[in-house]
């Protein structure tokens, strides 16, 4: 386990060490996330405080979902940005010198590339949301208990989704674009799943579980959600993190290298 | 003309060969429809009227926001960007034939696609959602927004051009793009009407090129003249111009200086 | 310390269609046996090497005996670990060094993968010092270990690549191809440095590469794969003393001659175009051929070559 963190800790130092290298490229990211975020945020409480209302929730409650669809978001960047990287390491062939080394490989492919830009900005969502949070009336500590609890159950569905990436990742190099697919759908999460029709709805909350990803932690902060919802909801998440796992070791199993 | 349509064929055919990358491009043009579908349908649950749109009017500005920024946003341009970074922009340039029209047919058969593209997707939307809409006010509105729709892909396209000649003074191509990027989603109407805005704001963002590439078009198709100001076109056209002597300068001078050490 | 018995491994291609929906659903395979059955044992302190030519299966070999390919059928043993279990105290004492394959951080300098693999292989302090400092005076990297390694030549970085896979000191050091693409000079340091550093630390290597330069300087054995099947597996001496039944005769002439009339053995390969003679002859018969031509020629200047290892080797591989 100190094995273990003292390699998250150095791989993250130098993670950040090379994304220092390119200063203008690192503030300008930087500066388009956090405009792309500043114009949809007051967008978000422009609509809300004219319409009052989406989906039954007030705009309080609403900002409160979309702060949390982009902490979800940002943690899972910041904690598997070298999933994006990794087709590049299988088609190299480099990824054979990471197998062969006395570590587990998502030290390195998984969680190996932390980026420090997102989580610069994943504190300043975070700090966003405790202010709204205590806006809202009638929370509970136990609420936040849960929400924070939800949160890391997105997480876990997040790190099964990536690994499942890597995996197929390591079958097949012609799908390239999984990992962009992800990030695509969980963009629908950009508001509460309520704003989807059935079936959409349920498809976005429980196939591809965006909803319980991002939509199910506010809920559960507002107490919307009942015993046997967080018993699929948790039951959901373990499943798909241990799936994703047998399919790692199944992939492996398959990896046909390069070269003769 | 013969090797301009030969060129058309050849990049229409790319799209076949890559087609996972299309299709995965179209795939996210799809869910974006779908979050800002759904998202004015839920405003509309407990409001008949929100900022002045209705219902019909506001699914009918979506949609065409959608299938219009295909027309005006989809673009190869940024390829320059690296080719001049990878110096085999040299190669295009020794090609008997002119830069600027393979660039200009390159660009018209993409987006010949994705809007072909764009069509039918939201004719399957509308086939399975079967949501009210409405008609444009009369011909002429349409002849004035197919004007202003023209301008503004000639604005996005000059646009483009000035941030991939960035490349020929740095390696930093992205980062520019993507800021651009942020930009047009935000302040383009891509997920609400500009004039929806509080009126301040709504007149400081007028004076930018935002509201001309795909935004007032549709505006206008939807509420016909009734929000809409002629000097609108003078500023379009004056963008028009700043871009294409900007975009020239840029391109003269950059050739000047182009110096290609090889990467 | 490494058991090889009866070990196979079969690729399978995807066959691509027009058809994309049906790849997808329903994909063909073709297969593609990469190894026979082939078996083999190595001992300790050996340092051996695998010659065949491209896709004979020598790389897919290294890459079961160190866990990263899976074997279809057979049986592998390393230092008494099944590889692909990927036990942690098996991998902390083997490397496998690629050439043109890469595992250092590539924008920072090469003692930052050092310290890096130091957490890895969980090397003490003293001794990780210790270690680097003899590796970085076998190597000469002194000048150039503390910049980014995206800088360094490709000589230079074999070089600190070599660093990192050897800081933990492996008991079996695999080396696929680790000349591969470099001058002839970055390549005698890479040779010599892997004799010294067996002879040092009392390891085994197991080498492939294409330069058999590289093999008849460091291996004693070899292990010659043709077609996913082992052909030889002995002595280098002998398998050059079985193939190697020629010697070749190189005369530079001062006046020409008419060869018939030489009188050589029949089955001397005879090359003519004046001004120079190559002869092709047995072994046996050198004697025979220098003298009868000596005699009969007016010559400047005379030249008699073994064949070169390459010659032989191909030619083993041809006899089967």
Redesign the interface.
Request: glycine share 6%; charged share 25%; proline share 2%.
């Given at each position: 386990m100190i094995k273990n963190l003292k390699i998250f800790w150095l791989f993250a130092t130098y993670s950040m060490k090379t994304t220092l290298q390119n200063k203008v490229g690192l503030v300008l990211f930087t500066l388009g996330k956090l405009i792309r975020f500043g114009t949809f945020f007051f967008f978000v409480f422009y609509l809300l405080s004219n319409t009052e209302l989406l989906a039954g929730y007030t705009l309080n409650q609403t900002i409160v979902f979309f702060l949390t669809y982009n902490i979800v978001d940002s943690l899972a960047q910041l904690l598997f940005r070298e999933v994006y990287r990794f087709r590049f390491l299988v088609v190299s062939g480099d990824l054979n010198t990471v197998l062969v080394k006395p570590y587990h490989p998502f030290m390195r492919i998984l969680v190996g590339g932390i980026d420090i830009m997102d989580a610069f900005i994943s504190v300043i969502y975070m700090i966003l949301v405790t202010y709204f949070i205590f806006q809202l009336p009638g929370i509970s500590w136990i609420n936040i208990l849960m929400y924070l609890l939800m949160i890391v159950n997105g997480l876990l569905i997040a790190a099964g989704f990536h690994i499942a990436v890597l995996a197929l990742g390591v079958l097949t190099t012609e799908v390239d674009h999984t990992v962009m697919i992800y990030r695509d759908m969980t963009r629908l999460a950009t508001f509460p799943v309520d704003i989807y029709k059935q079936p959409l709805q349920f498809i976005f909350t429980f196939i591809i579980p965006i909803g319980i990803m991002m939509t199910f932690p506010v809920k559960s902060l507002l107490n919307l959600l009942s015993p046997t919802i967080y018993a699929i909801c948790f039951t959901l998440s373990i499943t798909a993190f241990i799936s994703s796992i047998k399919l790692w070791d199944y992939a492996l199993k398959r990896y046909q290298s390069w070269g003769g | 003309m013969q090797k301009y349509i030969e060129l058309f064929r050849l990049t229409v055919d790319q799209y076949f060969i890559y087609r996972i990358n299309f299709l995965l491009w179209r795939f996210r043009m799809v869910l974006n429809l779908l979050i800002v579908y759904f998202l004015w349908t839920a405003v509309y649950d407990n409001t008949r009227i929100a900022f002045g749109y209705d219902k019909p009017e506001m699914i009918t500005y979506v949609l065409l926001i959608s299938i219009f920024s295909d027309l005006v946003f989809s673009s190869i341009v940024f390829e320059i960007g690296a080719e001049i970074l990878n110096g085999d922009i040299i190669n295009r340039l020794l090609r008997p034939m002119s830069f600027f029209k393979y660039l200009l047919t390159k660009e018209v058969a993409d987006k010949s696609i994705n809007v072909t593209s764009s069509l039918i997707e939201t004719t399957l939307l509308l086939l399975l959602l079967k949501p009210a809409l409405v008609a444009p006010e009369s011909a002429f509105v349409v002849v004035v927004a197919a004007v202003h729709l023209l301008l503004g892909m000639v604005m996005a396209f000059l646009i483009s051009f000035c941030l991939s000649m960035i490349a020929f003074w740095s390696a930093e191509v992205w980062a520019p793009r993507f800021i651009y990027f942020v930009l047009v989603t935000m302040l383009a109407g891509n997920y609400f009407p500009l004039n929806i805005l509080p009126a301040p704001i709504y007149s400081v963002i007028q004076l930018s090129p935002f509201p001309y590439f795909v935004f007032l078009p549709a505006q206008l198709l939807v509420q016909g003249f009734s929000n809409y100001n002629p000097v609108s076109i003078v500023i379009q056209l004056f963008w028009v111009g700043i871009l294409y002597v900007a975009a020239s300068k840029l391109w003269q001078k950059g050739m000047r200086e182009y110096s290609f050490y090889g990467r | 310390m490494i058991t090889v018995k009866n070990l196979r491994k079969i690729?399978?291609t995807?066959i691509k269609t027009d058809n994309?929906l049906k790849d997808f659903f329903d994909r063909q395979y073709k297969e593609h046996t990469?190894l026979h059955d082939i078996s083999f044992e190595i001992e300790q302190n050996e340092l051996i090497g695998f010659i065949g030519p491209?896709?004979?299966?020598?790389?897919?070999t290294m890459?079961i005996m160190?866990?990263?390919?899976?074997p279809t059928a057979g049986e592998v043993q390393v230092l008494g670990y099944t590889p692909?279990d990927?036990k942690?105290?098996?991998?902390?004492q083997?490397?496998?060094v690629?050439g043109?394959?890469?595992?250092m951080?590539w924008?920072?300098p090469a003692t930052?993968t050092y310290?890096?693999?130091k957490?890895?292989?969980?090397i003490p302090d003293a001794k990780y010092k210790k270690t680097l400092g003899e590796l970085t005076d076998l190597l000469e990297v002194g000048s150039f270990i503390d910049r980014p390694v995206k800088t360094l030549s490709l000589g230079q970085r074999m070089r600190v690549e070599l660093i990192a896979s050897l800081i933990h000191s492996p008991k079996v050091l695999f080396l696929d191809e680790p000349t591969i693409g470099l001058d002839i000079f970055a390549q005698t340091t890479i040779i010599n440095f892997i004799k010294e550093y067996q002879k040092q630390y009392k390891s085994t290597v197991i080498l492939t590469s294409h330069y058999m330069q590289d093999v008849q300087r460091l291996a004693k054995r070899v292990i010659l794969i043709d077609h996913g099947g082992i052909i030889y597996d002995g002595a280098l001496k002998e398998l050059v003393e079985k193939h190697s039944s020629l010697k070749r005769i190189q005369v530079m002439l001062n006046s020409e001659i008419d060869v018939q009339k030489l009188k050589l053995p029949a089955d001397t390969q005879i090359e003519y175009q004046y001004p120079q003679l190559r002869l092709t002859v047995k072994k046996d018969q050198i004697e025979e051929v220098i003298q009868k031509t000596l005699s009969h020629v007016d010559y400047d200047d005379i030249t008699i070559e073994n064949e070169t290892l390459e010659e032989v080797i191909k030619k083993s591989f041809k006899q089967e």
């Open positions: - | - | 690729y399978k995807p994309t990469a491209n896709g004979a299966g020598k790389t897919t890459k160190t866990g990263i390919l899976y692909f990927k942690h105290e098996f991998l902390k083997i490397a496998f690629m043109q394959k890469n595992q951080l924008e920072l930052d310290k890096l693999n957490e890895i292989y969980e």
